[in-house]
């Protein structure tokens, strides 16, 4: 194993103890700064890598109970594999996620769990009209997904998405995603532009907008978004920012900035353009 390997596993390790604790309390308090910037929120649970299905419901259900108060126009993203895809489990969090009038949105994870991902979003659609999921740009069969629900009161976020769909040829992902948000054009319920690409962002939400589609650009907290967020209120588009938090965040994070070396020029390419 190489010391860069080495040194990698060292500050997923112990970047926990090194950051601040992103527990409920964090994640409402950075909703909270948000809001009053002017943006609206999306609460994503990052679970630890071994937690329990039980805790996971319970860390989204003290979130759902500390946003209960709160003025944020804000949502309650799911991971439903680290659930175990369980109606028991997710009937528990839609309860206290209604008790707080947080929709819940499901995140995407690997193509082999769209299908049961899905399932769940169909399980709570009919009494809970507001439930969303992601559709990843990068799978060919978004493109079917996205015509199955186009006409549903499902919120779709789009998204290029972590995951590549194995064993088929990936072709142009920022192509796909241009041509998922045709098909959703001129649909009722919203449609979330994910991407900090601002070339992009500025033509689905003009695709969606000129449908007539209700849209609303979204960006993850900690990556640049100085470019797409001008581009979003230049067309007068709502701005909502994916808030991470859980005992698996800070790993998580610290991986993906380490695996991403260009990040720097990135910040630097947003800040001076």
Request: include cysteine; hydrophobic fraction near 50%; glycine fraction near 6%.
């Amino acid at each position: 194993m190489s010391w860069r390997w080495r040194f990698k596993q060292m500050l997923v390790r112990n970047a926990p103890k090194l950051l601040p604790r992103a527990d409920a309390a964090y994640a409402v308090e950075v909703a909270e700064q948000l809001r009053v910037q002017g943006y609206a929120v999306t609460l994503g649970h990052f679970p630890a890598d071994k937690g329990s299905p039980d805790a996971i419901v319970a860390a989204n259900c003290a979130v759902a109970e500390a946003m209960a108060s709160s003025e944020c126009d804000a949502f309650l993203a799911i991971k439903a594999p680290p659930l175990g895809f369980d109606p028991a489990r997710l009937d528990a969090i839609r309860k206290a996620a209604d008790r707080a009038a947080l929709p819940m949105v499901f995140d995407a994870h690997q193509f082999e769990a769209a299908d049961q991902t899905l399932a769940c979003v169909r399980h709570l659609l009919d009494d809970h009209p507001g439930t969303g999921v992601a559709l990843p740009a990068r799978w060919w069969r978004s493109l079917d997904d996205a015509m199955a629900l186009r006409d549903t009161a499902a919120r779709l976020r789009l998204v290029k998405g972590e995951w590549a769909e194995p064993g088929v040829p990936e072709g142009d992902a920022g192509e796909r995603f241009l041509a998922i948000a045709r098909k959703l054009a001129g649909r009722a319920a919203p449609v979330g532009v994910a991407t900090h690409d601002p070339a992009l962002a500025d033509a689905a939400l003009k695709i969606l907008l000129a449908a007539g589609t209700p849209c609303e650009l979204e960006q993850i907290r900690g990556l640049p978004r100085r470019r797409t967020v001008a581009v979003a209120r230049q067309l007068k588009v709502r701005v909502r920012v994916y808030v991470p938090f859980g005992e698996g965040w800070w790993p998580y994070a610290v991986g993906k900035a380490l695996d991403r070396p260009y990040l720097p020029m990135w910040w630097l390419k947003d800040l001076i353009a």
